[in-house]
Nanobody
Framework: QVQPVESGGGLVQAGASLRLSCVVSGNLFNNMALGWFRQAPGKEREFIGAIAWSGATAYADSVKGRFTISRSDVKTTIHLQMSSLKPEDTAVYYC?????????????????????WGQGTRVTVSS
């Protein structure tokens, strides 16, 4: 079983920065892809960004230039550095793990392509 665990959420003011982390444990796979999604109240879960085993990244247009995904050397911990936060960034942020992503492929953007999910960490941005 693979278990992602998110941390780092909190309450911040608009314009601030925040760094989320996701640590993945369990029976890990080579070519695993890890992604960040968020779900705001009353809305569906949406893609934020993801990183493939190769290090290739993909971002949603809504956060490109403000959010950056990085990864530790062991490849089982990723971070989401968020800057210039806006009230509309308020959501529960989830980390997803795709057990096997084709070598050389970009990380997936669709929620259905991820096999394991964390419990989420809440981010609230006040105006």
């Amino acid at each position: 079983q693979v278990q992602p665990v998110e941390s780092g959420g909190g309450l911040v003011q608009a314009g601030a920065s925040l760094r989320l982390s996701c640590v993945v444990s369990g029976n890990l796979f080579n070519n695993m892809a890890l992604g960040w999604f968020r779900q705001a109240p009353g809305k569906e879960r949406e893609f934020i960004g993801a990183i493939a085993w190769s290090g290739a990244t993909a971002y949603a247009d809504s956060v490109k230039g403000r959010f950056t995904i990085s990864r530790s050397d062991v490849k089982t911990t990723i971070h989401l550095q968020m800057s210039s936060l806006k009230p509309e960034d308020t959501a529960v942020y989830y980390c997803g793990a795709r057990a096997y992503n084709s070598a050389g492929a970009l990380p997936p953007r669709r929620e259905i392509e991820y096999d394991y999910w964390g419990q989420g960490t809440r981010v609230t941005v006040s105006s």
